[in-house]
């Protein structure tokens, strides 16, 4: 069963434009990491936040701000001000403490376009 | 330079052949590693390692086998390539502890398996 779901495929904006990329994730543990990254059109992943299960509040980082809610187990992300340099594919991840590795199960992923 | 390498980082192979992909690090972590990425599906764990003797599988290991040569190298092989392995491969690393730090990813290796 999927983990986390990204129910936004695809997103377009006008620059300037807010916008909030959605983020639903399943656990049963009560330690939880989740995460943020972002895959630019060249490819790679940047890191752009973690967030641990006891700390709910929410975090303002430059445009980017992040709403973690677990009474509806979600962590929201939205860029304000939009610009054409958002445009990318957004992912977010969820690690369980008791998922042995550690590893990430990764949300399909949120194409934003972000037009002049 | 980077902290996390991948080479190569394109690579075109034919159906069958042995393939190896390799990582490096100079981040000092203890953990490594290997995802694929398709089109659509996000990032899927194939294998991970904790440290050189601690190797284990993750969701899709089916078809591919790693080794952990030193703490700063992880490499991917993938003994006889099929078409369905096309794929943007990535490596990541972590640092050790009893809790899921960051993970930080090398650049990618795109393959094509033809």
């Known amino acids: 069963a999927q983990k986390v779901t990204q129910a936004q495929t695809e997103i377009s904006v006008v620059e300037k434009e807010d916008v909030t990329l959605d983020c639903v994730y399943e656990t049963r543990d009560t330690t939880y990491y989740l995460f943020w990254y972002k895959q630019p059109p060249s490819g790679e992943l940047v890191f752009l936040i973690r967030?641990?299960?006891?700390?709910?509040q929410n975090e303002i980082s430059g445009r980017y701000s992040w709403n973690f809610q677990k009474s509806t187990s979600s962590f929201n992300f939205t860029i304000t001000a939009s610009q054409v340099v958002d445009s990318a594919v957004y992912f977010c991840a969820l690690s369980e403490n008791s998922n042995s590795g550690y590893a990430l199960n990764f949300g399909k992923g949120t194409s934003l376009l972000v037009t002049p | 330079d980077a902290d996390v390498t991948q080479t190569p980082r394109n690579r075109i192979t034919k159906t069958g052949k042995r393939i190896m992909l390799e990582c490096s690090q100079t981040?000092?972590?203890?953990?490594m590693y290997w995802y694929r990425q398709d089109p659509g599906l996000g990032l899927r764990l194939i294998y991970y390692s904790f440290d050189v003797k601690d190797i284990n599988k993750g969701e899709i290991s089916d078809g591919y086998s790693v080794s952990r040569q030193a703490q700063a190298k992880f490499s991917l092989s993938l003994e006889s390539a099929i078409p369905n392995q096309t794929a943007l491969y990535f490596c990541a690393t972590s640092s050790g502890g009893f809790v899921t730090d960051t993970q930080y990813f090398g650049p990618g290796t795109r393959l094509t398996v033809l």
């Open positions: 981040k000092g972590h203890d953990r």
């Open positions: 967030r641990n299960s006891f700390d709910e």
